[in-house]
């Protein structure tokens, strides 16, 4: 056996497997987007098996609410970006895989040419916006994107847009969730999430990939894996091929963070489009207007002069915000405050 595989000799004893397959994930591209609680595993075991190059991308620094399912971080790397952090411990790990971290935000301005080096794409990102434009981005690069997706005890895993034998691709994430932009779903912080199932997603997730790399027949491509921990059920259902038409990327949501808002506040108007309630709870000034009352406030809106800040707990609902203003004012200057008040109530 080649010396520089034999950490490799338990996989490649399996029936199947063999040096071809290692030598094909020793030659594989794998780009991560998002190193939370579904990144962190899968980098982990896409690292260990020997895929030859793994890039991570995130602009998120670790908190302590982080740790209790992002497993690659500890206390002392709170504050510090998870890329870097990330990447030191992976190429601990395993010194024969070249880790590249991208420390960015995902953008419709960016996504085309991260994604233009790598063989396979996963996703594990915890917002609509970020999935539906990695989905779009891959069906127009004509790259697989592996989906993973966790809520309370529940996960999801399937591979989007793969090559068929007759030449079409397997269904991709609007197929399957049209209206995904549209979804209130909280994140992990707001709904809760028992830790174990990230990692049982992210595994999933690494699994697919290296079943993919490895051109084994049987993945989950047109299909979706459907998990439930407190009933330990798992299932499998097909998916129906849409079709929907992928012309262009939307356009991202354009974020401000909270040091660059507090360093020229007084360029910019606030407004909280949290309820009532929360606004009295904790707020960083501005006027508090409810997210489902934004329309009958568009008038005096129009009027404003400085380009405006909408926020919220997570960056969910400011987002939502900014695009109906883009929607109805393409020439208003707004902005969605990055991560919302939970970045910066930790």
């Known amino acids: 056996m080649n010396n520089s595989f034999d950490r490799y000799q338990c996989q490649i004893a399996l029936p199947g497997f063999g040096i071809s397959s290692q030598e094909l994930l020793s030659n594989a591209k794998v780009l991560i987007v998002g190193m939370g609680g579904l990144g962190c595993p899968a980098a982990q075991y896409l690292t260990s098996c020997g895929v030859g190059t793994i890039g991570i991308a995130d602009n998120d620094i670790v908190s302590v609410s982080n740790l209790h399912r992002q497993i690659l971080y500890t206390q002392d790397d709170i504050g510090l970006p998870k890329v870097d952090v990330a990447a030191k411990r992976l190429q601990l790990q395993n010194p024969s895989v070249s880790v590249i971290s991208y420390r960015l935000r995902v953008s419709s301005s960016n996504i085309m040419e991260l994604i233009s080096a790598y063989d396979l794409v996963i996703e594990g990102t915890d917002n609509f916006e970020t999935k539906c434009l990695l989905s779009d981005a891959c069906v127009l ?35 399957v969730f049209p209206e995904a932009e549209q979804s209130q779903v909280p994140n992990c912080r707001e709904a809760g999430v028992i830790p174990t199932l990230a990692g049982i997603v992210g595994c ?66 606030v407004i909280d489009v949290r309820t009532g309630n929360e606004h009295r709870e904790f707020n960083i000034g501005g006027e508090n207007i409810l997210l489902d009352e934004l329309q009958d406030h568009f008038q005096r809106l129009s009027h404003i002069s400085l380009p405006i800040v909408f926020y919220c707990q997570s960056g969910k609902r400011s987002a939502e915000a900014v695009q109906l203003i883009q929607k109805n004012f393409p020439e208003k200057e707004v902005f969605s405050l990055q991560g919302g008040l939970n970045k910066i109530r930790k």
């Open 141 to 175: 690069a004509g790259k697989p994107l592996v989906y993973g997706a966790i809520y309370q005890h529940e996960g999801q895993v399937s591979i989007w847009n793969v090559l068929q034998k007759n030449g079409t691709y397997s269904p991709h994430y609007r197929d």
């Open 204 to 269: 999933m997730q690494a699994n697919e990939a290296i079943k993919y790399l490895t051109r084994s027949e049987d993945i989950l491509a047109g299909k979706l894996w459907m998990i439930n921990l407190l009933s330990g059920k798992t299932q499998i259902i097909k998916l129906r091929n849409k079709t929907t038409e992928i012309t262009s990327l939307p356009q991202s949501v354009p974020c401000i963070t909270f040091e660059d808002l507090m360093e020229h506040q007084t360029r910019f108007e």
